[in-house]
């Protein structure tokens, strides 16, 4: 009788022992979850009063921008580089739409020399970039509709200044990039030829410099060449407690119609996808364009815009939708 009620005291104090062990580590998870939200609260509001000390290019609510019909697999960003320099119209310095397919987990993106001669509609032809400065988002993205049949669901502009505040703030060490040549003309910066890591002036200088024999072309290929550096670097694993900083710097760096959710969103989804190559395109595309000059637009790329837009189709799979 005595050494059953040993047993049975052992069992409730191994009981006990178990439940003490289970409050434990459910009090050191609860614990964690709690630092961490608090510390990603912290980290955006810190991006968002470090992003409230410069002032977005344009506001939000000055934009015109109407959003073609949305698709179940594919959603399209345009990414409009604008370098202000104080000036309130800039022409559209970096014109890409990067393609989500959701699907298949993939992204594509597809960069537009600026020198290409558009068709802009209620406006005589220009150079595409001219297509910003005279109506905005929504005069380029309707010159892209009308020229390339591409929809564009979602819009971000991201003046230079902004650019080399975002890169600090989500790489402090810098970004690894390796530099094809030496370059310092016009792009406030000297860069060595070499592997090296770049802080956000550099890295624009390196994105934006083109004076080689590759003129603008060279200049498009590493602009590429930087966005499919800045994805892997977002999607690192140690700058995930960078992100929440990022998050909140870009609502004042960027002036977009996505939400603070909508962006989150969009973030989770790419990194739920895993290490996602970008696969890269340029309109025009090589042998569809000739070189000309106008005496009101001056040197420009004239395109077979039928090749082009067929082309461009294919590489997004716009015809799948």
């Not at 506001?59 to 959603?75: L, P, R, S, W």
């Not at 989804?269 to 025009?284: D, L, W, Y």
Request: proline share 2%; charged share 30%.
């Amino acid at each position: 009788m005595k050494e059953d009620q040993n047993l049975v005291t052992r069992q409730k104090r191994t009981k006990k022992r178990k439940m003490r062990k289970r409050r434990i580590i459910f009090l050191i998870l609860f614990l964690l979850i709690v630092g961490a939200t608090t510390f990603s609260i912290v980290q955006y509001r810190s991006g968002l009063k470090l992003a409230k000390k410069s002032e977005q290019p344009i506001k939000e609510e000055e934009i015109e921008f109407v959003a073609d019909e949305k698709t179940e697999k594919i959603t399209n960003y345009l990414i409009i580089g604008i370098d202000t320099r104080g000036e309130e119209q800039s022409r559209s310095d970096t014109m890409m739409v990067l393609s989500w397919n959701k699907e298949k987990k993939s992204l594509k993106l597809v960069s537009f020399m600026r020198d290409i001669y558009a068709d802009i509609p209620g406006y005589e032809s220009y150079k595409l970039n001219t297509a910003y400065y005279l109506g905005g988002v929504q005069l380029l993205k309707d010159t892209l509709n009308n020229m390339f049949e591409v929809p564009i669901h979602h819009y971000a502009i991201i003046d230079f200044k902004s650019f080399e505040s975002l890169i600090d703030i989500l790489a402090p060490d810098g970004i690894e990039i390796d530099v094809d040549r030496d370059m310092s003309a016009n792009i406030g910066v000297s860069l060595k030829q070499g592997v090296q890591k770049l802080n956000g002036k550099e890295l624009l200088g390196y994105a934006r410099f083109r004076y080689d024999a590759k003129s603008d072309f060279g200049r498009v290929e590493r602009q590429q060449k930087v966005i499919e550096a800045l994805k892997d670097e977002l999607l690192s694993p140690s700058n995930i407690p960078n992100l929440p900083k990022l998050v909140g710097a870009a609502q004042g760096y960027i002036t977009s119609d996505l939400s603070t959710n909508e962006e989150l969103k969009t973030v989770l989804g790419v990194v739920a996808g895993g290490n996602m190559e970008i696969e890269k395109f340029r309109i025009p595309v090589d042998g569809t364009y000739t070189t000309a000059k106008y005496r009101h637009a001056g040197e420009v790329l004239e395109i077979d815009v039928e090749a082009n837009k067929q082309q461009l189709h294919e590489f997004l799979q716009l015809e799948e939708e």
